[in-house]
């Protein structure tokens, strides 16, 4: 097995010989050189294969370039020699995507010359003893032409649009197509050369600095703590075997399908016929479609489906996946306390309601926790797992585990609104409304937000996830009100500044992408091509006429400040408050939960790269400019931390821990 290069070695001296004229020399030798791969060969694993003269994988072994992923290209001649072996588009695949591929399609690209079920070494040898006396001219990858296809331009240059535009920003996959583009188009030495240089630009990068933290930081989170000191290495979860989702919605049809895929048995319960009808049927196609992609049969027979609460009574475990309303959720966690074993852990995918008053409706509080899935729930790789002041570990470590058996990157947060992921949206999307009011237009700051990396910007995102939702949530909480004297919306609610924006396009049914219109207009209901709307800058200038607002140039430095470090501060105060254990947790749900882009490490990781003396100063520029605004008050734990000389992010959790220590 070899996992390639220390990745914990980039960020200073590394040890060991030289591997670049090492895999020469091993080239070169004049006695056959034989790879036996066996476990995984990646990165520098592989290169140090291709450089010998013939590859024996076992039949369970897997390969591949993952340098991509840490922000690096193949640079011991893996940009030069793999397009030699297996031809210009394969290669630029497996560099481009970073992807590890199996034996099996390994010899079908060329890569391996063999594979075996048996002992990968004894094969290797016999294999060796049988070329012994075969000439090795043949068999230097480096000598061989680049095997290129006739319309090979077009090739690259459909590939360098195609990762462009989904780089978002990240200079790595552009450099490994560059790197591909020298070994087609120039001898092996001059293409070695461009190699060491476009390597040389990635080594040093803040993005490879980024990616390689995100590395170790989505294996942190496994390791994790409660503020109790129950930890993941002293708690054992319980084997889960059977489960059940109540409610048959969006949220409960993906998490169904999550489980059912992972080889759960799952009762699936949805209380009204019509919509059980609907939910069945969406929930085989899923599965259907996902079982074709995988070349698996679906794994329909997996699901029991039933109106019935009373049908959950012998699961292990339960996720309510009902409407986001405390009372509907309140009563739920009373019926399935009253008919499910005693022992069962009851689960709430809420997306930021107390899971405490849910415990408290239930015989065995410790064993509810929150186990909030991201929309698509089958596809979205994170899970953020919710303790509240009563759940045991023994609760946390089976959602975990849960978690990773159906192929989530779970993160344990503590229970306030929002957890982390929410919580942190509302200061960002709060900051968003406030730069329209103050002049600018949603296509500019989502403009700004796209080039930074995301996905989608603030308002488009919106668009698509629904404006209706976050009105429900703020009426129950009564801030979407119009003012009872003057009938007109007011900008101050609860003592603090507040855009009713939102609330004013949810009354004119714009809801987004779904009602054709919503920050964008679309040309029907449901489509996804956004474009600027006309009525809505009337609409904003009608409303700063309104209220007296003007219209001033805002800039791209600051819409992306104020977004940015707003959510950033929001994000310090919850590591102060003990809901996230460390600054890791926070950027493995940002990255995977919200779509930050990775190359730029995660929130927290981006406010060290900025400095966190610059993050205070501009958020205390920022907040003395919006005095009500009390999301951008520089919180204690960033000012503690840059009294504390802005240590690097490894070393936080210690300032973390004093700042806790003196509440
Ligand atoms: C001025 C500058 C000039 C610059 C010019 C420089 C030129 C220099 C040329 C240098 C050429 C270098 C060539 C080599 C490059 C490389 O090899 S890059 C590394 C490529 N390899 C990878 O990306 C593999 C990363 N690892 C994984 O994908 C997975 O870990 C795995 C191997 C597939 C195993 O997965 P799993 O079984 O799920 O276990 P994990 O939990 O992920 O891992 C277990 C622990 O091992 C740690 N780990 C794994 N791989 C590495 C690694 N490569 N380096 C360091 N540590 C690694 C992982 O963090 C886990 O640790 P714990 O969390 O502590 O348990």
Redo the contacts with the bound molecule.
């Keep these: 097995m070899h ?6 070695e980039f960020g200073g001296q ?1 040890s060991g010989p030289p ?2 004229p090492m895999i020469h020399a091993i080239e070169a030798a004049s006695k056959p050189v034989v790879a036996a791969i066996e476990g ?1 060969a ?4 592989l ?1 140090l294969a291709l450089g010998c003269h013939y590859r024996i994988a076992h039949s369970k072994a897997r390969v591949g370039l ?2 991509v ?2 922000g ?1 290209l ?3 001649g893996g940009s030069q020699r793999l397009p030699r072996l297996i031809g210009v588009p394969a290669a630029l695949d497996l560099i481009t995507t970073g992807r ?1 591929v199996t034996a099996a399609e390994a010899l079908k690209f060329g890569l391996v010359d063999q594979i075996t079920d048996h002992n990968t070494v004894n094969v290797a040898v016999k294999f060796a003893q049988r070329v012994a006396d075969q000439p090795l001219d043949a068999r230097r990858i480096s000598t061989y032409p680049c095997l290129c296809p006739s319309d090979v331009a077009v090739l690259f240059e459909e590939v360098m649009q195609r990762v462009r535009r989904t780089a978002r920003g990240a200079i790595a996959p552009i450099a490994c197509v560059q790197a591909v583009r020298a070994a087609a188009t120039l001898p092996y030495n001059q293409g070695m050369e461009r190699e ?1 240089e476009l ?2 630009t990635l ?2 990068s803040g993005q490879a600095r980024a990616l390689q933290y995100f ?2 930081a989505q ?2 989170v496994g390791r994790w703590s409660m503020p109790s000191g129950a930890r993941w290495d002293t708690s054992k979860p319980r084997p889960v075997h059977k489960a059940a989702v109540i409610g048959l919605g969006t949220m409960g049809r993906g998490i169904t399908v999550a489980l059912a895929q992972a080889g759960f048995s799952v009762v699936a319960v949805e209380t009204q016929e019509k919509q059980l009808m609907e939910a069945k049927q969406a929930i085989s196609g899923m599965l259907e479609r996902g079982a074709k992609r995988r070349g698996v049969a679906p794994a329909l027979d997996k699901i029991n489906y039933g109106r019935n609460i009373q049908s959950v009574a012998d699961v292990d475990l339960v996720i309510e996946a009902v409407f986001e309303d405390m009372a509907l959720k309140k009563k739920v966690f009373q019926q399935l306390s009253a008919v499910c074993k005693p022992s069962t852990f009851l689960c709430s995918n809420t997306s930021g309601l107390d899971i405490d008053q849910l415990a408290c409706q239930t015989r065995n509080p410790e064993l509810v926790v929150g186990m909030h899935f991201f929309a698509p729930a089958h596809v979205m790789k994170l899970l953020e797992v919710v303790y509240g002041p009563k759940s045991s570990p023994l609760a946390v470590a089976t959602a975990m585990q849960l978690g990773k058996k159906i192929g989530k990157v779970s993160v344990a947060v503590g229970n306030c609104r929002g957890f982390v992921g929410n919580r942190m949206l509302k200061p960002y999307l709060e900051q968003a409304l406030f730069l329209l009011e103050e002049g600018a237009t949603p296509e500019f700051v989502d403009q700004v937000l796209e080039e930074f990396g995301f996905a989608m910007g603030v308002f488009r995102m919106s668009d698509l996830s629904g404006l209706d939702v976050g009105w429900k949530v703020r009426m129950a909480d009564g801030l979407a009100m119009p003012d009872p004297t003057t009938g007109q919306p007011t900008r101050l609610r609860q003592g603090r500044r507040y855009s009713p924006l939102g609330d004013l396009l949810c009354e004119q049914g714009r809801f987004g992408q779904k009602t054709g219109r919503g920050w964008y207009q679309y040309d029907k209901p449901g489509s996804q091509v956004a474009k600027p709307d006309p009525w809505l800058h009337s609409f904003l200038d009608e409303y700063r006429a309104r209220h007296a607002l003007v219209a001033h140039r805002i800039d791209h430095q600051e819409v992306l400040e104020r977004c940015l470090y707003s959510m950033i501060n929001e994000g310090f105060r919850i590591l102060e408050d003990g809901i996230a254990a460390g600054p890791e947790d926070i950027d493995v749900i940002y990255v995977f939960g919200y779509s930050w882009p990775r190359h730029h490490g995660g929130p927290m990781f981006y406010a060290a790269t900025v400095g966190l003396n610059k993050v205070l100063e501009r958020l205390e520029h920022y907040y003395q400019a919006h005095p009500d605004v009390p999301s951008l008050q520089p919180c204690h734990l960033l000012r503690k931390l840059v009294a504390s000389g802005s240590p690097p992010i490894q070393k936080w959790r210690e300032v973390i821990k004093k700042v806790r220590s003196q509440l």
């Design positions: 996992s390639g290069a220390d990745i914990k590394m591997l670049i995984i990646l990165g520098g694993g290169e993952p340098e992923t840490l690096l193949p640079g011991a590890h060491r390597m040389a080594f040093t590395f170790f294996r942190a």
